[in-house]
């Protein structure tokens, strides 16, 4: 048997929602770690993958990230995308790189922003890492910030009186974000600058949020990109997850995935 950098555990459960002999997009559940760490060494989704595609995976080694093109959050659901050879990985590598790779995030948030589109434009700066002190992002103004933008509208809010325990909480509101760039945290953060936390987000936004959904109310539910062999236009899709649906419908809001249905490929 092949000795393998990542152990394997198939019980480590996730969905395939493209594959081909180049790419993989998986989805990965709320509460599971995209990729071994302190604490999580046996039972993150790169484990998983490596207990089903482990021989392509190694292949790619710790220097292309065995085939991980990007993360999320533990606590947030949603879309991976991940190489399986070389040609793709460093393909789509370039592509993240010059921006090329559009994701899609649903956010429930506290409020309804000011404008109903928007574009966040603020630098983020990184702390903390290091021995029982976790990594948080900060917007920052000063030399050591790195860009980060993020695009968002509104998709659908609550009745004007459907606050969450306060009386000036109003519009429980869906969010679409679409980052541009990939900071730490970079949806979470932004969101929160411009007053409206993500619901259920434990690091940002006020406390009194947190309690309000069971998991953080972020989900990656679109990705899209050119298919770094055959040039093809992949665009995938995940459903919003069933206690994020039960959220919605607890806050008041009316929306259907119908609305989500926009012009946002040329975006």
């Known amino acids: 048997m092949p000795q393998f950098s990542v152990e394997l555990n198939e019980h480590v459960t996730f969905r395939v929602a493209y594959e081909d002999a180049d790419v993989l997009v ?21 484990n998983g993958l490596f207990a089903r595609y482990g021989p392509a995976l190694q292949k790619l ?40 790779v559009r994701k899609f995030y649903y956010a429930i948030c506290a409020k309804r922003p ?23 992002a900060h917007i ?21 009186d459907a606050g969450i325990d306060e009386p000036d909480t109003p519009r429980p509101t869906l969010i679409e974000a679409r980052p541009l760039t990939g900071r730490l945290h970079q949806v979470r953060v932004h969101l929160d600058t411009i007053g409206c936390p993500v619901l259920g987000d434990a690091f940002y936004g006020p406390k009194r949020f947190t309690r309000a959904s069971p998991r953080l109310a972020l989900h990656a539910h ?13 665009d995938v899709r ?11 419908r607890s ?4 929306w259907s995935p119908q609305q989500t249905e926009a012009p946002t490929d040329s975006e």
């Open 114 to 136: 000011k404008q109903p589109t928007g574009v966040i434009e603020l630098p983020i700066v990184e702390t903390g890492g290091q021995e029982g002190v976790p990594k948080v």
């Open 222 to 234: 679109r990705v899209g990109f050119t298919h770094p062999v055959l040039g093809t236009t992949v």
């Open 61 to 100: 080694g710790a220097a292309r990230d065995f085939g991980l093109l990007h993360r999320l959050d533990k606590q947030t659901s949603g879309l991976l995308i991940v190489g399986l050879s070389t040609r793709a990985y460093d393909t789509l590598r370039e592509d993240f790189k010059q921006r090329r």
């Open 26 to 46: 998986v989805d990965k559940r709320s509460g599971l770690p995209t990729q071994p760490g302190k604490g999580h060494q046996r039972d993150t989704l790169l």
């Open 251 to 254: 806050l008041g809001i009316e």
């Open 140 to 160: 920052t103004r000063g030399p050591d910030g790195k860009p980060a933008v993020t695009a968002y509208r509104v998709l659908a809010s609550a009745p004007d």
């Open 238 to 248: 995940s459903p919003m997850p069933p206690e994020l649906k039960r959220l919605i």
